[in-house]
């Protein structure tokens, strides 16, 4: 498994930005699938984007435009740009690893808390 550290979230105003960074340790990081799911209280869990090791990415319908994710395979890195933040994007956001022919994310982070205000 991948362990994973993410960092970067805080309080911001609507209309301002964040970037988010995930830095995990294992060897299988270079060929895994990164991704940004997000957990707003007394919601579910929801996937926001994802990149995979040869840098295709995806995204959620509802961030996308304004939300950015990228890797540093030399730092085991991947960042979330948010921009154009709105209120109903406060949530807890988490990092997840899939191993390459894994098919599913089986480690994550702890999480990091963004707010944003109106």
């Known amino acids: 498994q991948v362990q994973l550290v993410e960092s970067g979230g805080g309080l911001v105003q609507a209309g301002g930005s964040l970037r988010l960074s995930c830095a995990a340790s294992?060897?299988?990081?270079?060929?895994?699938?990164m991704a940004w799911f997000r957990q707003a209280p007394g919601q579910e869990r929801e996937f926001i984007a994802a990149?995979?090791?040869?840098?295709?990415?995806n995204y959620a319908d509802s961030v996308k435009g304004r939300f950015t994710i990228s890797r540093d395979n030399a730092k085991n890195t991947v960042y979330l740009q948010m921009n154009s933040l709105k209120p109903e994007d406060t949530a807890v956001y988490y990092c997840?690893?899939?191993?390459?022919?894994?098919?599913?994310?089986?480690?994550w982070g702890q999480g990091t808390q963004v707010t944003v205000s109106s």
């Open positions: 294992g060897r299988t990081f270079s060929t895994s699938t």
């Open positions: 997840a690893a899939s191993p390459i022919g894994q098919g599913k994310y089986d480690s």
């Open positions: 990149i995979t090791w040869i840098h295709y990415t």
